[in-house]
């Protein structure tokens, strides 16, 4: 009965040995490429935004309780105001807006001004004065050029003899 000291299951010098060199390499590329991608990520998302939301929080904040009277006026006034933002054939922004009291009479003494705000570039934002509509008093429109596509803020404005008597703030999407 022979006998051989070779083991059946023996590695072949001749073909590629993965070893615990190779493993670190490996490791090290793959979390590697996840932080330089992170940290390009990062980089972009810093310096697309400026994170100014207001400039300042203080004013804003001493201003809340004039808003919530305003506010509740404006809702005691019972005005019925419909906006419509589209893009119309020729490719501006058109925003339509239609204005009653709430014995459905057109509201007169109002001089409405709408606003286009971009979700991240206030450079970018439009403003435009509502015109009354020739033969309806109660309906106003306005045009806007170099509106791109997506997601805007729409705020409207009416302002009377006292000061501001109508704010809506809302959210448009262009095509």
């Known amino acids: 009965m022979p006998t051989t000291l070779e083991t059946p299951n023996a590695p072949k010098e001749d073909g590629f040995r993965l070893t615990g060199r190779h493993v670190l390499l490996i490791l090290v590329g793959c979390f590697g490429l996840v932080f ?6 990062t980089w972009r998302a810093i310096n697309s935004y400026p994170g100014v939301v207001t400039e300042s929080s203080y004013r804003e904040s001493q201003r809340f309780n004039q808003e919530l009277a305003a506010a509740k006026a404006q809702a005691d006034r019972g005005w019925k ?3 419509v933002a589209e ?3 020729d490719g501006t922004a058109l925003l339509r807006l239609t204005a009653r ?10 001089a409405f001004r ?37 997601k805007w803020g729409l705020v409207i404005e009416g302002d009377g003899a ?3 008597l109508y704010l809506s703030q809302n959210t448009v999407f262009f095509k």
């Open 36 to 41: 330089a991608v992170n940290g390009y990520m």
């Open 81 to 83: 105001v419909e906006a």
């Open 87 to 89: 893009r119309a054939e």
């Open 101 to 110: 009291d709430r014995d459905e009479r057109p509201l007169t003494g109002v």
């Open 114 to 150: 709408a606003r286009l705000e971009h979700p991240a570039d206030r450079s970018r934002d439009h403003v435009a004065v509502l015109t009354a509509v020739a033969g309806a008093n109660d309906r106003f429109e306005a045009r806007l050029t170099g509106v791109t596509p997506g």
């Open 162 to 164: 006292g000061g501001r």
